[in-house]
């Protein structure tokens, strides 16, 4: 049931997401007197199609991708049998070139059109919850892989690549995609340099245990017929000590009950102002029947009304084009191994959660949209950005590139876009096994 769930989150998705971006060049084409021949959404034979004036509407069986089809222009039908007669006044190559620009450009137009909406409503409606890096008391615990490139346990992360990180849950990605700059820490009251060197990507993304909140072990919750229990530990207690050795915090303990299993130790707990000790006794998977106070995380929500929601809408667009830009230089980077992190779609509907939550939805889904409009964006034949490139070389030179030099053009870009596609869908069939 979680593999349907996620599999029709993803479809319902895309589907808007393809939607929107085709309706960006259909509404840009019929507003220059563009004639829009088809207009599809999917690949594949359509499975239901309807006339709507001059356009052919339809809907393929392969849910991957669409296209409007534009009369008189070279795209990825490959269909060139208008361009042996004389252009036509409602044809695409009759209009001024920054017409046909825009036109080009009207799919990601819509597709950060989209995004921006997305932003702006699930702001209004829920805001943003997040846990506060910069009022983090106690800082974070490291992995061993963390510690190795220079952390260390109650460093508290001040910034990344000079940028001030203020939410927790952006720490991690920020060091994905910034692993070459340079990190702020503060240790025990100074601030400490970190110059973190390439990292690969698919082994820094394997590290889920990179850091932690520190917390302290103050007992929020005693579990009766346990050590604790026995021991008269009551809620609000802090432990500041085991068997004499000063420790206050979960990381520390935690290691040092799972060494005492099946036996005692002597824990010295505060409680309020006063400081007394007790044996208490550990059970065979190394608990003595607590459960942990979270009040030392932070966690906040900011909330919007509507005139706050707009520019928070276009901050948060901003923020994930520059976010996914960053990613993508990082993929002719070697020494990242970005490459390998490529995936299609099955790695894309991996991100949807198992339960449908509209939250959760709607920011994937605008989050796709600032990915789907950046890609289309980068100057490669076939793609909006390859035509655009075309045109902007025309408008700058006065030349217009040949119909032959814009098929072959075209071919080249398929050609490649299919060889990356089908590397995208291997590293995911890869990853499955």
């Not at 615990?141 to 109650?154: I, R």
């Not at 290691?255 to 065979?284: E, F, I, Q």
């Not at 449908?356 to 889904?365: D, G, P, S, V, Y």
């Not at 789907?372 to 909006?384: G, K, R, S």
């Amino acid at each position: 049931m979680d593999v349907v769930i996620k599999i029709l989150q993803f479809i319902c998705s895309f589907t808007m997401l393809v939607l929107v971006h085709e309706l960006g060049h259909l509404m840009f084409g019929k507003l220059f007197g563009v004639r829009v021949e088809e207009f599809r959404i999917f690949f594949g034979k359509p499975w239901i199609k309807w006339r709507w004036g001059e356009t052919e509407y339809g809907i393929g069986w392969l849910p991957f991708g669409g296209y409007a089809k534009l009369a008189g222009m070279v795209d990825e039908s490959m269909d060139t049998k208008n361009l042996a007669s004389e252009p036509e006044p409602w044809e695409f190559r009759s209009k001024p070139a920054w017409q046909r620009l825009i036109i080009i450009l009207g799919g990601v137009m819509m597709n950060v059109v989209m995004a921006f909406g997305i932003y702006v409503g699930t702001s209004l409606a829920w805001g943003d919850k997040y846990i506060s890096n910069s009022e983090m008391p106690y800082g974070y615990v490291y992995s061993d892989y963390a510690k190795q490139l220079g952390f260390e346990d109650g460093d508290k992360i001040i910034s990344i690549g000079g940028e001030p990180i203020e939410d927790y849950a952006k720490i991690f990605s920020a060091l994905l995609i910034e692993s070459d700059k340079t990190t702020i820490v503060e240790r025990d009251g100074e601030k400490v340099t970190i110059e973190i060197p390439v990292q690969s990507v698919m082994e820094l993304s394997e590290q889920t245990d990179f850091l932690a909140p520190r917390v302290p072990f103050e007992v929020a919750s005693v579990v009766e017929n346990m050590g604790a229990a026995a021991a008269d530990i009551e809620v609000g207690d802090r432990v500041i000590g085991v068997d004499g050795e000063p420790m206050s915090y979960y990381d520390q303990i935690a290691p040092a009950l799972a060494a005492a299993k099946s036996d005692s130790v002597m824990l010295t707990l505060l409680s309020g102002c006063l400081a007394r000790d007790v044996m208490v006794a550990v059970n065979a998977e190394g608990q003595i029947g607590v459960g942990l106070s979270s009040e030392s995380i932070p966690v906040k929500t900011r909330t919007y009304n509507f005139w706050q929601a707009i520019p928070r809408g276009g901050e948060r667009v901003v923020e994930e084009m520059g976010d996914y830009w960053k990613q993508l230089k990082m993929i002719v980077q070697p020494k990242t191994e970005m490459y390998k992190a490529l995936g299609g779609p099955i790695s894309i509907g991996g991100i949807f959660p198992n339960e449908w939550n509209w939250q959760n939805f709607w920011k994937i889904t605008a989050l796709l949209s600032v990915i789907l409009a950046v890609m289309n964006v980068l100057p490669i034949p076939a793609l909006d950005g390859g035509h655009a490139l075309f045109i902007l070389i025309e408008m700058i030179t006065g030349r217009r590139p040949s119909d032959k030099v814009l098929i072959v053009a075209q071919a080249i870009g398929m050609g490649l876009l299919f060889l990356l596609m089908f590397y995208a869908t291997f590293n995911d069939i890869a990853r499955l096994f």
